[in-house]
């Protein structure tokens, strides 16, 4: 899990163009959006891409995001549950 | 007038020359990094709103008064001939295969040119008219024509404007200017 979630932070910082930002910089249980990174609304939508490409996960209910990007720790957790590549 | 230049090689404030060293795509950002460097949202930019945000930091700077302070009577128009042809291209980079088709919506936001005057008008509380033209070719008539018939509205007392055009990350052009009503 270490491993996946490590991954995922450099994929999110590339994705997101989250510039002078480094891996060990995000706390895998803050929250994604409001305080913690603060992402936007373009974000979640580039991060449902992500879990697509990256992992074969598509979410059919994007609603689902909500609970899914709470943080990398969570994300992590449901891509290790639902992946398919 | 306040003036900005900017392209790939070369930066001027009221025709005087500023310092740097960097081209093309990196130029706008060491401009971003050395004299504007609190709107993370810039690195999410495509190229042509990073020239327009950046040309215009420099402009208000210059100009010296208090920033983010709303404001109805300034119009932010721009004019180019390539559109938005270099996020375009980004953007159809996501979609053309086939076998690995995944619409980036961070692309496809900045596929209209005028996304750079929304850019430049959330940053500065401006609410006013905001246009992008798209020329066939740099027309200084025209222009002048179309910032002028800005002014006839009551509202409109000041205007952010000029010639914003990029095509791609290592090829681009602003000359902005700040115009008074009087």
């Known amino acids: 899990m270490d491993e996946l979630i490590y991954t995922l932070k450099q994929q999110?910082?590339?994705a997101l163009n989250?510039?002078?930002?480094?891996?060990?910089?995000?706390?895998?249980?803050?929250?994604?959006?409001?305080?913690?990174?603060?992402?936007?609304s373009i974000d979640a939508l580039e991060l449902i891409?992500?879990?697509?490409?990256?992992?074969?996960?598509?979410?059919?209910?994007?609603?689902?995001g909500k609970e899914i990007f709470k943080s990398v720790a969570v994300m992590a957790d449901y891509i290790s549950k639902n992946r398919t590549k | 007038m306040l003036k900005v230049y900017i392209n790939t090689e070369t930066v001027t404030v009221n025709d005087k020359p500023l310092v740097h060293k960097e081209k093309g795509a990196a130029l706008l950002t060491e401009l971003y990094r050395n004299?504007?460097?609190?709107?993370?949202?810039?690195?999410?930019?495509?190229?042509?709103?990073?020239?327009?945000?950046?040309?215009?930091?420099l402009l208000l700077q210059a100009e010296g008064k208090p920033r983010f302070e709303p404001r109805e009577d300034r119009?932010?128009?721009f004019f180019?001939?390539?559109?938005?042809?270099?996020?375009?291209?980004?953007?159809?980079?996501?979609i053309q295969d086939a076998e690995n088709f995944f619409p980036s919506p961070a692309a496809f936001v900045y596929t209209l040119p005028n996304?750079?005057?929304?850019?430049?008008?959330?940053?500065?509380?401006?609410f006013g008219e905001t246009s992008f033209i798209v020329l066939p070719d740099r027309d200084p008539q025209i222009m002048a024509?179309?910032?002028?018939?800005?002014?006839?509205?009551?509202?409109?007392?000041s205007i952010l404007g000029g010639w914003l055009d990029c095509t791609d990350e290592n090829h681009f052009e602003a000359e902005i200017y700040l115009l008074n009503k009087s």
């Open chain 1, 12 to 14: 999110i910082i590339e």
């Open chain 1, 18 to 40: 989250l510039e002078d930002m480094k891996p060990e910089d995000i706390d895998e249980n803050a929250s994604l959006f409001g305080e913690g990174l603060g992402l936007d």
């Open chain 1, 49 to 64: 891409v992500l879990m697509e490409k990256n992992y074969g996960i598509k979410l059919k209910d994007p609603s689902q």
């Open chain 2, 35 to 57: 004299h504007i460097g609190d709107y993370p949202k810039f690195f999410k930019m495509d190229t042509l709103s990073k020239l327009g945000f950046v040309a215009s930091e």
């Open chain 2, 75 to 77: 119009a932010v128009i």
């Open chain 2, 80 to 94: 180019n001939k390539s559109a938005s042809l270099q996020a375009d291209t980004a953007y159809q980079a996501t």
């Open chain 2, 115 to 126: 996304i750079v005057t929304g850019e430049i008008a959330i940053r500065n509380k401006y």
């Open chain 2, 145 to 157: 024509r179309q910032l002028q018939n800005a002014f006839l509205d009551p509202t409109t007392n």
